[in-house]
């Protein structure tokens, strides 16, 4: 079959499906991006798009998202044409994220062909993410400007034969009319990779971004993954918390993996950045706190394995990659008591829940862990176990692979 993924970051969502399908013979995978960020995948075949032009100027600012999805999907649509035209390609199916507009005009071009939608999220004025803490509330401008946002996310849900999301959590925040049919099923998670390591020391090399980091002789690590610093990932309550801790735990180390930026949600005021908002509000011994940055894979491998308690903490929005890949390494795992987190921990079985509102709450827990082996060490089994049930990659992949081809006419 000629199989073609579409997604503007090369591979994301799609890595081990797209290398899945390479590998069975006789398939032709094409990958249409607008950048390979240096990855190559064995038996797939890149295909570079350019958007063809900028966002318009003066446009309504409630506009802006759903006129840059339409850029993504009329250039998707003119390479489509291209690959049709020119190289005489046609797929027998397209497996598309939908989230930056990539699939809407892909039927203008191919009306016959049936596409299988990767669908992150849909956004809500209650219920979700927005407003969240008591005291926060959006304003008629606020509603109106989300609604009209979802246009073109209603647009690629008419427009996909085949809908799919990650978990059932975000499956919820889509209308009814849509929610019934899509497909919950993960992009699944490398558990050999992803595996416990006990006794792992904590050491990482001196790069461009940090200096040399040895906690090979630290008792208690504390560790924290998130892409950026910023109050979706509470990273504000993480660190309120961690003050507390340092001060009643003279052995505690915390190790922060990510980069100072917010990557959802509002900026805070006057320029600055989440990280250095609470460097101000918060003291802290900075000698026992690393920020180390963004990690290679092996790298984090090592950080995770060598973790005593992990804390992942999220509003009520996608649930990370890093929560399900800490809970494959075993880890002992203070989560939010969200619903994306709830979907996967349950508190005392697998991990233990804090009340995302309150720092007091999660050191109370973090503590609790550290200071009993035996359940940090059940709970992290526990984690990992619940992993290979319901996540563990292989699975995950059949699971997508019977989904394309039933796509297929």
Not at 3 to 30: C, D, E, R, T
Not at 115 to 122: K, L
Not at 351 to 379: T, Y
Request: aromatic fraction near 10%; proline fraction near 6%; charge should be neutral.
């Amino acid at each position: 079959m000629n199989i073609l993924f579409i997604h503007p970051n090369f591979p994301a969502q799609f890595w081990h499906l797209s290398q899945a399908l390479a590998q069975m013979g006789g398939n032709k995978v094409y990958f249409l991006t607008t950048k390979t960020n240096g990855n190559k995948i064995g038996g797939v075949t890149t295909v570079l798009y350019k958007r063809n032009r900028e966002v318009t100027k003066d446009i309504h600012p409630w506009l802006k998202p759903v006129d840059e999805a339409i850029i993504d999907g009329a250039s998707v649509a003119n390479a489509l044409e291209q690959l049709r035209d020119k190289y005489h390609y046609t797929p027998d199916v397209i497996v598309a994220h939908t989230g930056w507009g990539s699939t809407l005009f892909c039927k203008d071009v191919f009306p016959d062909v049936p596409i299988v939608g990767y669908f992150e999220w849909y956004y809500n004025s209650v219920g979700g993410d927005v407003a969240y803490f008591p005291g926060e509330s959006l304003p008629l401008n606020g509603k109106m400007r989300i609604r009209t946002r979802d246009s073109f996310h209603l647009m690629n849900l008419a427009a996909c034969d085949v809908r799919f999301t990650p978990t059932e959590w975000q499956r919820s925040q889509f209308p009814k009319m849509y929610r019934d049919d899509m497909v919950v099923v993960h992009e699944g998670i490398d558990t050999e990779f992803c595996r416990p390591n006990p006794g792992r020391k904590l050491v990482l090399g001196k790069t461009e971004e940090r200096e040399a980091l040895d906690l090979s002789k630290c008792p208690e690590i504390l560790t924290y993954v998130s892409r950026g610093f910023e109050p979706y990932r509470g990273y504000p309550q993480f660190m309120t918390a961690v003050s507390m801790l340092l001060k009643r735990r003279p052995k505690l180390h915390v190790v922060i993996v990510g980069t100072d930026t917010t990557c959802y949600g509002v900026k805070p005021d006057g320029g600055k950045t989440w990280k250095q908002v609470m460097d101000e509000k918060v003291q802290y011994d900075k000698s026992r706190v690393h920020f180390v940055g963004h990690l290679n894979r092996m790298d984090y491998q090592t950080v995770l394995q060598a973790s005593t308690v992990h804390v992942y903490y999220t509003r009520p929005f996608i649930l990370s990659w890093s929560c399900l890949e800490a809970m494959s390494f075993g880890c002992a795992i203070v989560g939010s008591k969200t619903p994306p987190v709830e979907e996967v921990v349950e508190d005392g079985k697998n991990g233990l829940l804090a009340n995302f509102r309150s720092p007091q709450h999660l050191a109370l827990r973090v503590e609790e862990l550290l200071d009993d082996p035996e359940l940090r060490a059940r709970l992290g089994k526990e984690a990992r176990q619940t992993i290979l049930d319901r996540y563990d990659m292989r699975d995950c992949v059949k699971k997508q692979i019977d989904m394309i081809f039933h796509a297929i006419p």
